[in-house]
């Protein structure tokens, strides 16, 4: 996960029916990807973009045995925007590593450091180290990894890689194949998550559990479907039975969970016009006990078209997208729930935070982003990047705390005060030699309060593996 372009040619692979399975959850699991790209046969029937996509896929899965890492990421000022792709958390974020991947196990040991380039706000990270195990189509899994939930590209509203990842176990399935049995196959490919974590930062309520549930289904060949649910759960001055709370749906006045709780329903098609690729995706994102009437719903939407660039093997994808965080007290209306998003009356405060960032979107609560992308992939795997932002970030309602929902402590964790900005991103990625470069330069007409005017910001990303 952290590499866009990898995922572009994935959603390729899946669209062509090379993979089966969910492609909205991340990371996935190898042994689907294996699974479905183990006929050469049938690669060669492929368009060239579609085997140049395969080729990188498989490179990225790797080789046997034991390898080494080196990532450094610098910037004179992190983006407020954070996408799917992997990017500086501080000014510079630096690691090294090694991994092993062996029959049924994998595991890989990073540390490194966030800081500010003169090394003030140092912060010792071992984020992105995890060790996996798969057994009987099972995957079992722990460590510190970031995790996607979603379709979305440029954001996801209940879990993504916005906060620094937190420890957690969990398990999934290798291999989303269907069920066999006839009462069940219907189903079509499955997936299914479920982990288990501590948010370990400081916090009013400490060390407070996490529970994710998460299936995907894909009953249509291109249509996936998928529910999640989060929780948090104990924590300091707080009830601790974290089954009964799993098992807790409702949550009113006369029968109230002691947990907090989020929930998403998401849809995401995937089809083909001739050689242009077209998948639009909705992610709704529930905050309270709905999952219709009541439910304190934000919403995204989005479409993503692909197709080659010539006949050599390039290929291109466009992605429009919108998210909203202004939740709305029903489904689609009923007025408006501002500071529901990621704020909570049972861990007021915190909410659904980790090291002072929201779990989900990276603009938090009351905001919305309209994010306009395009890429272009060579047969030499480099890749040309631009994209355009507008964002509302928080509102006058949740800083003055007179928002319908407003637990103490509710703000927007990105800017104290609502500011519109736009955005403008051009970036380049060259892969060569177990080495990949990646630069990016940014341009924004307004800042986060308290900064003010203009700025431009460049990033240089540099990955080595041996």
């Not at 509302?392 to 402590?409: K, R």
Request: glycine share 12%.
């Amino acid at each position: 996960m952290g590499d866009a372009s990898l995922r572009g040619d994935v959603e390729i692979l899946a669209a062509h029916g090379l993979i089966d399975g969910s492609t909205t959850t991340w990371p996935l699991p190898a042994g689907g990807i294996r699974a479905g790209l183990s006929d050469p046969d049938a690669l060669q029937q492929q368009p060239a973009y579609v085997q140049a996509a395969a080729a990188r896929v498989l490179a990225a899965l790797g080789h046997s045995g034991v390898a080494g890492t080196a990532d450094a990421r610098l910037t004179n000022q992190p983006d407020v925007v954070r996408g799917f792709d992997a990017e500086a958390r501080n000014q510079s974020d630096v690691s090294a590593g090694v991994a092993y991947a062996g029959d049924g196990l994998a595991a890989r040991l990073k540390v490194g450091e966030q800081s500010r380039v003169d090394g003030r706000q140092g912060r010792f990270a071992l984020d992105g180290s995890y060790v996996a195990g798969s057994f009987h189509n099972l995957l079992i899994y722990g460590g510190l990894v970031d995790q996607w939930y979603g379709p979305g590209w440029t954001s996801s509203l209940i879990l993504s890689n916005n906060a620094r990842p937190f420890p957690k176990i969990g398990i999934m399935r290798d291999d989303p194949h269907a069920f066999e049995t006839p009462w069940l196959s219907w189903l079509g490919p499955w997936q299914f998550n479920l982990f288990g974590g501590v948010l370990d930062d400081p916090r009013v309520a400490s060390d407070p559990g996490y529970i994710a549930t998460r299936v995907s289904i894909m009953p249509v060949t291109g249509l996936e479907l998928a529910l999640s649910r989060n929780m948090i759960v104990c924590g300091s001055r707080h009830s601790c039975d974290p089954v009964v709370s799993y098992f807790h749906f409702e949550n009113t006045n006369s029968n109230p969970n002691n947990n907090a709780d989020s929930s998403t329903i998401e849809l995401k098609y995937s089809g083909a016009i001739g050689p242009l690729l077209i998948s639009p995706y909705a992610q709704f994102y529930n905050r309270d006990n709905g999952p219709f009437s009541h439910s304190f719903t934000s919403h995204l939407y989005g479409t993503s078209f692909a197709g080659p660039f010539g006949a050599a093997g390039s290929r291109w994808r466009v992605t429009a997208e919108y998210a909203d965080t202004v939740p709305t007290l029903d489904f689609f209306d009923g007025g408006n729930a501002n500071g529901a998003a990621y704020n909570s009356f049972r861990y007021p405060g915190d909410g659904f935070h980790y090291n002072g960032r929201a779990l989900g979107f990276s603009l938090d609560s009351d905001s919305k982003l309209l994010s306009l992308a395009a890429s272009l992939t060579d047969t030499a795997g480099w890749t040309y990047r631009l994209t355009y932002y507008n964002a509302q970030i928080g509102s006058s309602q949740l800083a003055n705390g007179t928002a319908f929902y407003d637990p103490a402590g509710a703000s927007n964790v990105v800017s104290l005060r609502p500011v519109k900005i736009n955005e403008l991103e051009a970036g380049m990625t060259v892969p060569f030699e177990g080495i990949t470069l990646s630069g990016t330069l940014r341009g924004q007409d307004k800042q986060v309060f308290p900064r003010t005017g203009a700025t431009a910001t460049a990033e240089l990303d540099v990955s080595y593996r041996f």
